[in-house]
């Protein structure tokens, strides 16, 4: 995923990325050996210049022990109500896939919702989130095939799965216009 063409602004990772890194009392470039990436592309995404992809930024939550969307959340207000269409919205480098968070998990409570929309093609591959993750899927529109790279169920409207998001696991859109919502849990 990438924030070119989508709403998550850049200062939002930015913040948080620093702050993450000066909780865990980690440098730069440990956290950057830590998630794989650039030393220099970090010092871009800290510095708001950089354009981060989603693998990237998952790299990066997995790196620092926290959920993904502590990366992209933005400071919430008293209400919030997300317009179809409207949230941060980030789309996958290598495959027809975006996915809008629409709540973050609270402190004391660790899990996120998010909408996800794909199309036909690549699969959205994703590497293990941290540990204790479990994916929950509700399918709104099309079909989906998902779940762990070895144990992959398709799924149709109305549907809806779990299974351990710390394994290597996978979407792929079987129909145009498929949508579904995402819950993360993170123990």
């Known amino acids: ?24 009392g980690i440098s730069l470039s440990e956290l950057a050996k830590r998630a794989g990436i650039a030393k ?20 990066l939550a997995v790196a620092l022990g926290v959920p993904f969307s502590v ?16 949230g941060p919205s980030m789309r996958a480098e290598d495959a027809p896939y975006v996915g809008t968070l629409f709540s973050a998990g609270p402190a004391g409570v660790r899990r996120d919702i ?37 144990e992959t169920v398709e799924l149709a409207p109305g549907d809806y799965m779990s299974y351990r998001g710390d394994v290597p696991h996978l979407y792929r859109a079987l129909e145009p216009g498929t949508t579904f919502v995402l819950i993360m849990q993170h123990v």
């Open 40 to 59: 220099s592309t970090l010092s871009q995404l800290e510095a708001a210049t950089g354009n981060p992809g989603i693998e990237t930024l998952w790299a």
């Open 1 to 24: 995923m990438t924030t070119e063409g989508s709403r998550l602004p850049r200062e939002w990772v930015a913040a948080a990325l620093r702050r993450e890194r000066a909780k865990a």
């Open 71 to 86: 990366l992209v959340e933005s400071p919430a207000p008293a209400v919030t109500v997300i317009r179809a269409g409207e």
């Open 114 to 150: 998010y909408h996800g929309a794909m199309e036909p093609g690549a699969a959205r591959e994703s590497d293990p989130h941290i540990p204790g993750s479990v994916e929950h899927i509700v399918i709104s529109t099309g079909r989906l095939l998902a779940g762990p790279r070895d």
